[in-house]
DNA sequence: GCAAAAGTGTTTACAGTACACCCATGG
DNA sequence: CCATGGGTGTACTGTAAACACTTTTGC
């Protein structure tokens, strides 16, 4: 396969890092392999790009086989090609991750997978996954991390309805930080992004919270209008030493 | 081409946006084409990637072939793979940015183009390339500005002595934003990654300005610390809302 | 002595951080 | 009445932002 110029003689795929977020931790959807190579190791979801198929529709489209959801939030974010990654010839693979709400589906029966599960992320880091699924499950987990920071993505991995509360437990598993409770309301509803729904939780055995809704619509308006969504590092305890902005004025 | 399942019918070429500064502003390197498709039109340096060569080798290859140059910061942002991106079959470009120092380099003589020049990116953005290039450097260029509100790489596009009024100038082309002199300077010197070298100026017709060199050993030991470099956004004349950051305690 | 760019401090406003107690519900 | 998580406000501190004049050199 390799040595002379057989440059027609490569293909590649897409794989997609597709993440929930349930029980107040993490997860990612992860298919067992029932064929060489690497059978039996967990992989992520991912397939050939058909040739005449853009390379976002294609990941797009592996995630709706195995979801069964459309109209989910995806981004492209690496693509990996060293020569050896794929054992049976050259294949660079183009990684997404995708952002999905556990509640609102249910798993299709992939045919080409053993067995689909959902999967704590960090334990998933600390596991062998097939090819270098591993390098590529990390890179798209720092993405989510640095993107949380910047655009109010979180809310695609709740459902639509959630308390403050679950909301918070999100961005501390993002973010792998404990948040302050009332600087984090303080903030989140100071963003107006949020709608309150007035309605609240119901059988739970303590005080019911407050229901709120992600406020699409005057997300969108307020990044037409060249708003930034920011999202500070928080301090450490140690006080480290701040490298300061650049920018002033 | 197009059609059936010919996976292996395809091809992925590296496009390398090199970013250079030169008289107050930021340049990239184009090549003008001198066969079809897109003969005549400028189009940014690239090549299909050869078998048995990782990606990332790939484009320091064309980095290397134009320029001359090695050990320069090249990052890779993101793969174009519109089916029809390319007239002559399925070929995905896998997009990367370098950044050099105009000063130190001459020019080599690239065979397969008739001539190698440096433009004016904000001009160029405006001009059409060949391909999809025009998409390609605007997206590099995003990310060079995004990352250089994180990361200390412009001086990666300054020769290694410099005075703080041209660091600023080259800031100001990145970010596209006019910043104060004090305040810049302020914050460029707490940051303890340049090195004052007690020289100056020499035949300028004005006062001579101290020149400095940045301290990579420094920032290298801050960053192998978990120090970060924070570059925040400036706030705007008009006083836009901020959206409240989302990080606390 | 004039032009041109270098260099330098202080004040104000805001956002980040830290922190502790009472409330509503189910069992 | 107890356990559980829900909900709330204030004071402090550090960084960003705004802003104008003096200095040094070449000609």
Not at 203 to 217: D, E, I
Request: with cysteine; proline share 4%.
């Amino acid at each position: 396969m390799n040595g002379e110029n057989n440059f027609f003689k490569s293909a590649f795929s897409v794989d997609n890092v597709i993440f929930g977020f349930d029980e107040g931790d993490l997860k990612v959807l992860l298919i067992k392999r029932g064929t060489d190579p690497y059978n039996g190791l967990w992989a992520l979801p991912g397939d050939l790009v058909y040739p005449n198929e853009d390379l976002d529709t294609a990941a797009y489209r592996v995630l709706e086989e195995l979801t069964g959801l459309k109209n989910v939030y995806l981004e492209q974010v690496h693509t990996f090609g060293a020569v050896n990654r794929h054992p049976l010839g050259r294949v660079i693979t183009i990684a997404y991750f995708s952002l999905v709400k556990i509640s609102d589906f249910a798993l299709k029966a992939a045919s080409f997978a053993q067995n689909v599960e959902w999967h704590n992320v960090e334990s998933t880091m600390k596991t062998e996954l097939a090819f270098d699924h591993n390098a590529i499950l990390e890179n798209c987990f720092n993405a989510l991390t640095q993107r949380v920071r910047i655009r109010p993505v979180g809310f695609e991995l709740l459902p639509p309805k959630f308390t403050l509360t679950e909301l918070q437990h999100l961005y501390e598993a993002l973010l792998r930080e404990e948040l302050d409770k009332r600087n984090f309301r303080k903030k989140i509803l100071s963003t107006s992004l949020l709608i309150d729904l007035d309605q609240f939780q119901e059988g739970v055995p303590h005080r019911p919270a407050k229901l709120y809704q992600f406020n699409k619509q005057r997300y969108q308006q307020l990044e037409a209008h060249g708003f930034s969504f920011e999202v500070k590092e928080s301090k450490k305890k140690e006080k480290k030493k701040r490298l300061a902005a650049l920018i002033s004025a």
